[in-house]
């Protein structure tokens, strides 16, 4: 990543909690965050086919992306409580990129899965999820805008 790609400030301060914790306590943070999956809002309950799935992901993970008239960005996704790599991926997705604008969103670098140090900790096949997910919120960012 260079200074030009740096991530915006939600996601590089989750990058840099990654980064400041030894490699065996990675997957300890991961966990946290897929405990702390934001819900999803009721109003979307009548609406699952506002979600996406997630074909990179070897788990069943649904993304829905929302850009409201000012150009913020909310991002909701449904992941399996017993797919916990998956479910923090998901999740650092969502409070990272939730109240960004288009802009922003856009401008994430796609190497982002790859800075935040679990390239040795997670295989490449989970990595790779990670990577879908975030093409897929930015794919549908552009779409909404």
Request: hydrophobic fraction near 40%; proline fraction near 12%; charge should be negative.
């Amino acid at each position: 990543m260079t200074a030009s790609q740096t991530p915006p400030p939600a996601l590089a301060e989750i990058r840099d909690d990654f980064l400041a914790l030894p490699e065996p306590e990675r997957l300890q943070l991961l966990a946290e965050f897929a405990r702390e999956l934001p819900p999803v809002p009721t109003v979307y309950d009548a609406h699952p086919d506002m979600f996406e799935r997630v074909s990179e992901c070897q788990s069943p993970v649904y993304v829905l992306v929302d850009v409201d008239p000012e150009g913020t960005v909310a991002v909701y996704a449904t992941a399996p409580p017993e797919a916990p790599t998956t479910r923090g991926f998901a999740s650092i997705l969502c409070q990272g990129v939730t109240g960004l604008s288009v802009e922003a969103v856009l401008a994430i670098p796609d190497d982002f899965p790859q800075s935040i140090g679990l390239s040795r900790a997670v295989s490449p096949l989970r990595l790779a999820g990670m990577s879908g997910m975030l093409r897929r919120v930015k794919r549908r960012v552009r779409e909404r805008r």
